[in-house]
């Protein structure tokens, strides 16, 4: 599975921004896929993640709310539409493909490259 995440950028504070995952594999409909992000100087943090089918999802507290994620199995896409963002968002995000469904980062075996997201007060 390769994975090329998108649709990062630098917005204000309480703008909206929707990230994109494209997947490429034929096992994407059967994968868990997961945000995660990482800010300088900071470990990769756990954002969201969604089921194969898409019918579960689970949030970090920080972003419950604010964030949803989706995916369209038919375009081997996943999406992380960001709300009300805050200077706190700030961060490099990553899209990851795995088989279980989990916050744990070392659990996705599949990542793609990152996609900057900078949000200013």
């Known amino acids: 599975v390769q994975l090329q995440a998108s649709g990062g950028g630098l917005v204000q504070a309480g703008d909206s921004l929707r990230l994109s995952c494209a997947a490429s594999?034929?096992?994407?409909?059967?994968?868990?896929m997961g945000w995660f992000r990482q800010a300088p100087g900071k470990e990769r943090e756990f954002v969201a993640t969604?089921?194969?089918?898409?019918?579960?999802?689970y949030y970090a507290d920080s972003v419950k709310g604010r964030f949803t994620i989706s995916r369209d199995n038919a375009k081997n896409t996943v999406w992380l539409q960001m709300n009300s963002l805050k200077p706190d968002d700030t961060a490099v995000y990553y899209c990851?493909?795995?088989?279980?469904?989990?916050?744990?980062?070392?659990?996705?075996?599949?990542w793609g490259q990152g996609t900057q997201v900078t949000v200013s007060s």
């Open positions: 969604i089921s194969g089918s898409g019918g579960r999802t």
């Open positions: 990851a493909a795995g088989t279980t469904y989990t916050t744990i980062a070392r659990l996705y075996a599949y």
């Open positions: 594999g034929r096992t994407f409909s059967t994968s868990v």
